[in-house]
């Protein structure tokens, strides 16, 4: 049914940047939230940001806030996460997620569809 799929991870120093993409196949955005998520051994999968079906509402984990910026291009059917300055913490595997309904929710229940996810290691 409905699939996502990430790209854009990789191996980068410190201070660097990487832009993550996320392609759904036969989802149209129409009362939808998207999200993207994080999750390294031993620890919780943990929200990074997420951005309603017309980008009315976008929020930020105070982690990355004011480094990371979530936008999408809806006629694309994608959804992308600019990540700036990097630091060695920010290394994990990140999850692209979205979800029917008029509101855009937080938690990771919430969201049903999910991609496979892509590594990220910053050095």
């Known amino acids: 049914h409905v699939q996502l799929v990430e790209s854009g991870g990789g191996l980068v120093q410190a201070g660097g940047s990487l832009r993550l993409s996320c392609v759904s196949s036969?989802?149209?955005?129409?009362?939808?939230?998207w999200g993207w998520f994080r999750q390294v051994p031993g620890k919780e999968r943990e929200g990074v940001a997420r951005i309603d079906s017309d980008g009315s509402l976008i929020e930020y984990a105070d982690s990355v806030k004011g480094r990371f910026t979530i936008s999408k291009d809806s006629a694309a059917n994608m959804v992308y996460l600019q990540m700036d300055s990097l630091k060695p913490e920010d290394t994990a595997t990140y999850y692209c997620?979205?979800?029917?309904?008029?509101?855009?929710?937080?938690?990771?229940?919430?969201?049903?569809?999910w991609g496979q996810g892509t590594q990220v290691t910053v050095s």
């Open positions: 036969r989802f149209t955005y129409r009362d939808s939230c």
């Open positions: 997620a979205a979800h029917w309904g008029a509101y855009c929710h937080t938690d990771r229940a919430s969201f049903q569809f």
